[in-house]
């Protein structure tokens, strides 16, 4: 999770929790972020967390699933603000860059340009578990009791090397324990997405599923720019979007809002930055989510898995020593 | 369901199934189609079933849920072919002309321009179980067992002014019995996708969710241009495409097929139509929609529902009356 | 060219003026719209004018050639209002429904949103020339000096049949005429769109550009929700969509405006109806389109051209016995 | 321009070559390459000429304007082959990655899939007259007699920082000798596309125009895949989207082919890559992408222009101590 503040404007990501597992508060303790080494990933200067939820009002639940040899998987649940997204939404757009994959939701989202629920992660084959267990979740919610229609957004990322991804483990009972447990301040389980798939056997499948959460005023289309430059930071941090990766990034703003007629009155104002104000929010977008995967890659602990696999820890040691003969 | 021949190609057509309720073979005896009332839509000549099992190889299943007084629902499938999806894949476009709607699996199809899977239609909120139902079908056919992602395509409209659709009851066994039963040959319980919520209460809300066969050999592109018209049809039938519509087209070809590498050796080679061709395929994907949605109009029964909502058949004597004023 | 008023909305429409040649204030004397044989198009009223300039502020201008025996085109420009549209422009979006055609400018409209120049229509093979010429008179504008970038928007549709297209002989005079000939009020000449070419040496070839104005206060998003809702009246009006056809339609909004920073200071703020109140505005443009439509081919006349070529007008007793007898 | 050979399949991109005049082959003594520098870009191998005409058949023709004090433009022609790309067309897809720019006929390449013409790179006020200019050269040649359409693609950088482009000075002369002028072999002017504007004054303003030629059989769909990768090989050269940016990258292939029915009988029948088979080609375009840009900045030289301003070479022994300095 990564966050940088320009003039005002705090741009803050969320990687996919795909494995999840890998990380608990005990298992990462040693583990270091990438500015711990003494790099800094760009110019901008991230928030006191650097974390997603710097952005005023957002928060995260996440709920991670270690179960007998064979289950390492998990969800993650970011809520945009602490109302009722249905009534009170906000500004949202998906890029789906390489859309092999199974983002839920996703063709509502940039039709009405906006977010109605809370945005989930998980692996590839709980998405549809998860999504139904959001919407009951939302239709749950005070003031929607005659809410007859719904759109979870539901991204993913593929667990399947590690854990029994066939098993479907995520259940709802887990989600709904993401959703309400959810908070502001620190998030100690770092939030990651990249696959767990070792290279040598499956080629550089690296899905990522990026949120990118901003307190600027903008719209669904300024939104959408910002989405595709998540996209450019992946590939500064190595990424070539390989044909079996699942690569989508979405945005949303927590001060663009609307609500329906039906939960409110009057015609929505919206304020909205000029468009030259963007360039420095995009390159904040790109230098946020490359900083975000290095840190999921560093923070990382080795995970054993199903049928034997396992998914080693970057070598810190090593790393430091890479960095030192390339003179960092 | 629809059916034209050009050429040597058939062009078909299945509408979502939402108020399928509306339509048992007693019930539904007596009522016409629309060339029964003596009206040829457009101009070219449906095929012997004038049904989207037309097509060679296309299978359709359909279950109907009708329980107390407020469950009117159902789920249908329909199957490309009798094979392995996964393994045997078809050339397939979703057109999503209005996304307010819920089509799971929409971006992948578009990114690989293919269907992996059958398409089920049900209502907006059970989409996601029958996703997962669908999923874990495929899953679990000969061949998958080490499948560790699955692209369900899950299309919906809203059945709710009738229904307990926050109940969500339409459950995996449904599912599995839709695809299971599923069959070529007449289809007797029509499909039909037009919002069951009456026009004074609701505006002008048509949802539809629109399936295209064809055996012309197309590439996804080329669907993807095939889609699009359907939605004509949709205009030529009435449709405004009003804001809370969920206007969905996907197309796919049986004769355009391709096999992913671990299933298969060799390099595909694909015949395609010359772009010059696609002309009256066009033309009569819009008549076939029209058509389709013309006859889920008129072979609708009535339905009584919750909270003793009613939708009305449309009386076929006034129907005629109006014909007879308008010299048809 | 159509109007509706809703809601204290307007939305209007203009055609592609390919044939313009077709129409002279003395030829189309005598010649009909729709309305004037009876026939009232959908539920919504007309403005007064029933014009594309009843929406207070734009402009219509147009130049008709018609030289020797094989020079039969023109060019018409669509002025959202009276300012520099490069420090003053309109939101917009353009819908590619069929994208076959040339319709220069349209990737930047959407990434931005808005329009920064009028509009132009001409022949397929002029847009180019058309494009140059609007980009130079921008250029010139008061307080343009420092301008570097512009991006014209030029549609077009193909009226080769009739005229000696490839000689491209609209010129920058033509166009710069029909720019600062543009003025509100009646706008004697129709507009219109069909092509010249006859159903039975070409098919159903029937190119539109369309152009939706509407005063309601719409966000880029928005505008591009309607303009798809455009392409369903040319459906109704019988278009297919076929291949050759060229097949696109730009709205935009003429009061929401965005001035780029470097022109103006402070940071925007934006009125947007609510996306419940689209849902009139997206029928009026289908009405609107489809009468345009209508309107075209009533009021257009015989028309010679190169190699003896004959664009006949409608026979209007012909259409007002096939009236008769379906009872209208 | 880069190159990049996998699996018998080639990778080669162009830039645009909007700062052509930076570069002629006396001042370009001297001047290297990244790879001359010892660095190698990536792990795949260039072509022998690291060259986009290392593609069979591929060839590029170069006109450099540089007169008086503030005329540095020029205009770039890339030919897929060297037949009639009318009547033998080329597959392609047009990624529009950042559209704020003007790349004319980029919706049309994408409707079909396919280039009909050579693809021009020129500066942002001259692509009309450039399309024009080619749009006559494509009418002119032999079997085009009868030809009344046709789409020209034309895309952009801005220089307007060094020359007068408000003068428009690439004329129709120009556009054609880059075209007759084309041939393969190494080509001496390097092609690049990174904004004349200094950093300082102006933002990181980057445009990009690039070109990915491919002997690999790839259909369009999939070169839109490809297309996109090139964007990140941008992002690794520094590239942010910035909001005044143009970034469009175009992939065809030359192998992939089709004729409109007109020009010849017969269905066509293709051949495509699998899509597990894309990564490899997804990492090389990226590469390659990246090592173009590396090497339009290395081999740039000094550039004296209108008003004063000068776009300075970067300084190659500077470049070497940075390199020393982190291991290189």
């Known amino acids: 999770m990564m966050l940088r503040l320009i003039a005002g ?30 790099v800094k990933i760009g110019v901008y200067q991230p928030g006191p967390l650097n974390a997603i939820t710097d952005v005023a009002g957002v928060r995260v639940g996440q709920v991670t699933l270690v179960e007998a040899d064979d289950v390492r998987t998990g969800v993650t649940a970011i809520l945009p603000h602490d109302g009722n997204m249905l009534q009170d939404r906000v500004a949202a757009a998906v890029h789906a860059y390489n859309a092999f994959g199974k983002l839920v939701g996703a063709t509502q989202v940039n039709e009405l340009g906006e977010l109605e629920t809370p945005v989930l992660l998980t692996n590839t084959l709980s998405v549809w578990d998860a999504a139904r267990a959001l919407a009951e979740w939302m239709l749950g919610l005070p003031g929607n009791q005659d809410v007859r229609s719904v759109n979870p957004v539901v991204g993913e990322t593929n667990d399947g090397w590690l854990s029994d991804i066939r098993g479907m483990h995520v259940k709802a009972a887990h989600v709904i324990r993401a959703l309400d447990s959810a908070r502001g301040g ?47 930071g992946m590939a500064r941090a190595g990424s070539s979007g390989s044909n079996g990766s699942s690569d989508y990034a979405i945005a949303f703003s927590t001060t663009s809002r609307s609500s329906p007629q039906r939960f409110t009155a009057g015609t929505p104002s919206l304020s909205r930055l000029s468009e030259e104000e963007l360039s420095p929010l995009f390159e904040a977008a790109i230098e946020a989510t490359e900083e975000a995967i290095d840190n999921s890659i560093l923070r990382a602990t080795t995970v054993h898995g199903r049928d034997g696999h396992v998914v080693p820890a970057i070598p810190i040691d090593r790393v430091r020593e890479v960095m030192k003969k390339y003179g960092r």
């Open 186 to 232: 620190p998030v100690w389980r770092e939030l990651h997405g990249l696959t767990s798939e070792p290279q040598a056997s499956a080629g550089r499948h690296g899905s990522c599923m990026i949120v990118v959460a901003t307190d600027a005023p903008l719209d669904s289309r300024q939104l959408g720019r910002l989405a595709k430059r998540a996209v450019l």
């Open 9 to 38: 404007a705090t741009i803050l990501l969320a990687l996919a929790g795909h494995v999840a597992a890998q990380e608990t508060p005990s298992s990462a303790q040693g583990r270091l972020r990438v500015r711990d080494l003494g």
